[in-house]
């Protein structure tokens, strides 16, 4: 049994990113389960702070963009949309090259408040960030 509404595939949640943060940062979604989706980050210098590691915000930003983009996999997408309003970030361990990996799943899908858990992992699988990303269902908004 899987959590999300209708059938969702890679190509549709790489699409999202174009034109956007998550390109600019390379994100890109790799894995989609039943109660979860994974997506990558380059550790690269945009996403580096000056001292060389990855950067506090770039990990926040890639646990955002996986918890919106999860949240949009679960509602009706052509009524609704997820917005963030309060994200946290433990930053464990630090990370200065290759590709980390953040899998996000849910800890509480209710009608207007999503809770999401992404944990991010170097490509040692060691865990190096985690967060919990709250979203908010609001009608969509049309142009």
Known sequence: ?????????????????????????????????????????????????PFGLLHGGASVALAETVGSVASWCVVNRDLFMGVGVEINANHIK??????????????KIGGKIHIWEIKITDEANELCCVSRFTCMIVPTRKP
């Open 94 to 107: 630090a990370v200065t090259a290759g590709f980390v990996t953040a899998t996000c799943a849910p800890l």
């Open 1 to 49: 049994m899987t959590i999300w509404r209708d059938t969702v595939t890679l190509e549709m949640l790489n699409d999202l990113n174009k034109n956007t943060l998550g390109e600019f940062f390379e994100i890109s979604f790799t894995e989609i389960g039943p109660d979860f989706v994974k997506a990558k980050m380059p550790v690269v210098n945009k996403t580096k702070q």
